[in-house]
């Protein structure tokens, strides 16, 4: 008797989680060929599947790595499960400045287009500094991606109608930035939740900057997603994440879906600017949505790293 209780238990617990971690895919098949992406942090998690997919649509991927070796085998695996060979590596560190205006050079002369830029790379919240001595997630997931956009809006422009899609995260609402403090380093959650965040105001305003010049911009929360980010921290922390993630986290191929739905959908390009979550734009939280503080980020982070 006792067996059979515990057996549909687990069954109702099993359909109850598969019902939970249901989501909506990208249903739009539009093709990509002749157009080349760029994807930061390709070499795991929701990075590499986003390189997939689009691979699987004809375009050129390109993925920028800090770690050569595991980009190669990134690169290895991508081919195999696209079947296409138009895809490759660059050497990227988002956390030294120097090496993001050596990526931005290198890839003007390699490559001659680029039309999707894809913000993916990302640290989780661990307390450390960049080569620039800024905060590590700041640097890293917002000044890094802010100076490479930058750098490539040119050929953007060029090649324009093009896109910038920039991962954030739903944790944005746990924090408010500190224009006296950007380089908050206090508590690891909220360095990376006010990362996330920046991620969101920069989107925005490039949207806004980009206006009606055929450049679209789109912040992509993923959803809760069973990839790598784990990997910055201890083993007993990675063993409960590891159940927690089996129980309610979407495997990477889920997370890419919203990212994919915003490099090809022409209902997305209608919300440039927007922030989009399960493949549609979703609302932000109003202190979020200030277009004052965007523009104040903006400004700030042209000081910081002078793109110019
Ligand atoms: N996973 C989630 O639940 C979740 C939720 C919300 C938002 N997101 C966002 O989704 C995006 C992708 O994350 P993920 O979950 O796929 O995590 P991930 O598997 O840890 O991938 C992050 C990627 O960023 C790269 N990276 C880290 N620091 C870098 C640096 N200094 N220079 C260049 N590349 C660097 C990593 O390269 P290495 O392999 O060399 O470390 C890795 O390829 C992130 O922006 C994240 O904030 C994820
Ligand atoms: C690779 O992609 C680029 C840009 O999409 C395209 O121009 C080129 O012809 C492709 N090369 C091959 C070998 O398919």
Same mark, same amino acid.
């Given at each position: 008797?006792?067996?059979?209780?515990?057996?549909?238990?687990?069954?109702?617990?099993?359909?109850?989680?598969?019902?939970?971690?249901?989501?909506?895919?990208?249903?739009?098949?539009?093709?990509?060929?002749?157009?080349?992406?760029? !994807?930061?942090?390709?070499?795991?998690?929701?990075?590499? /599947?986003?390189?997939?997919?689009?691979?699987?649509?004809?375009?050129? #991927?390109?993925?920028?790595?800090?770690?050569?070796?595991?980009?190669?085998?990134? #690169?290895?695996?991508?081919?195999?499960?696209?079947?296409?060979?138009?895809?490759?590596?660059?050497?990227?560190?988002?956390?030294?400045?120097?090496?993001?205006? /050596?990526?931005?050079?290198?890839?003007?002369?390699?490559?001659? +287009?680029?039309?999707?830029?894809?913000?993916?790379?990302?640290?989780?919240?661990?307390?450390?500094?960049?080569?620039?001595?800024?905060?590590?997630?700041?640097?890293?997931?917002?000044?890094?991606?802010?100076?490479?956009?930058?750098?490539?809006?040119?050929?953007?422009?060029?090649?324009?109608?093009?896109?910038?899609?920039?991962?954030?995260?739903?944790?944005?609402?746990?924090?408010?930035?500190?224009?006296?403090?950007?380089? @908050?380093?206090?508590?690891?959650?909220?360095?990376?939740?006010?990362?996330?965040?920046?991620? !969101?105001?920069?989107?925005?305003?490039?949207? +806004?900057?980009?206006?009606?010049?055929?450049?679209?911009?789109?912040?992509?929360?993923?959803?809760?997603?069973?990839?790598?980010?784990?990997?910055?921290?201890?083993?007993?922390?990675?063993?409960?994440?590891?159940?927690?993630?089996?129980?309610?986290?979407?495997?990477?191929?889920?997370?890419?879906?919203?990212? !994919?739905?915003?490099? #090809?959908?022409?209902?997305?390009?209608?919300?440039?600017?927007? @922030?989009?979550?399960?493949?549609?734009?979703?609302?932000?939280?109003?202190?979020?949505?200030?277009?004052? #503080?965007?523009?104040?980020?903006?400004?700030?982070?042209?000081?910081?790293?002078?793109?110019?």
């Amino acid at each position: 008797m006792y067996l059979l209780y515990t057996i549909l238990a687990s069954l109702v617990c099993f359909f109850f989680l598969k019902w939970l971690k249901k989501r909506r895919t990208c249903t739009d098949l539009k093709r990509l060929d002749g157009k080349t992406v760029l !994807i930061t942090g390709g070499s795991s998690g929701i990075g590499k /599947e986003t390189a997939v997919a689009l691979a699987l649509r004809g375009a050129r #991927v390109v993925i920028a790595c800090r770690d050569p070796s595991r980009a190669e085998k990134a #690169v290895r695996e991508i081919k195999f499960k696209s079947h296409s060979l138009n895809v490759t590596h660059m050497e990227l560190d988002l956390a030294n400045l120097r090496c993001v205006r /050596e990526f931005c050079k290198t890839f003007l002369q390699r490559e001659k +287009r680029l039309d999707i830029l894809i913000n993916n790379a990302a640290i989780p919240g661990v307390l450390d500094w960049t080569d620039d001595s800024f905060s590590m997630c700041f640097g890293v997931n917002h000044l890094g991606h802010f100076l490479l956009t930058n750098l490539l809006l040119p050929r953007l422009k060029e090649c324009a109608p093009s896109r910038v899609i920039t991962l954030t995260c739903s944790n944005y609402k746990y924090q408010k930035l500190d224009f006296q403090d950007l380089n @908050y380093n206090l508590l690891p959650f909220f360095t990376y939740c006010r990362s996330k965040l920046a991620n !969101i105001y920069f989107s925005q305003e490039l949207g +806004r900057i980009m206006e009606g010049k055929d450049v679209t911009s789109y912040a992509v929360h993923p959803g809760f997603v069973q990839s790598s980010w784990t990997c910055h921290y201890s083993f007993l922390f990675r063993m409960l994440m590891q159940v927690i993630m089996w129980m309610f986290f979407v495997p990477c191929e889920t997370g890419a879906q919203t990212v !994919i739905y915003c490099a #090809v959908s022409d209902e997305a390009a209608k919300h440039s600017g927007g @922030y989009f979550v399960d493949c549609r734009p979703a609302t932000l939280r109003p202190f979020a949505r200030d277009s004052g #503080v965007a523009k104040k980020l903006w400004e700030a982070s042209e000081r910081l790293v002078k793109p110019v």
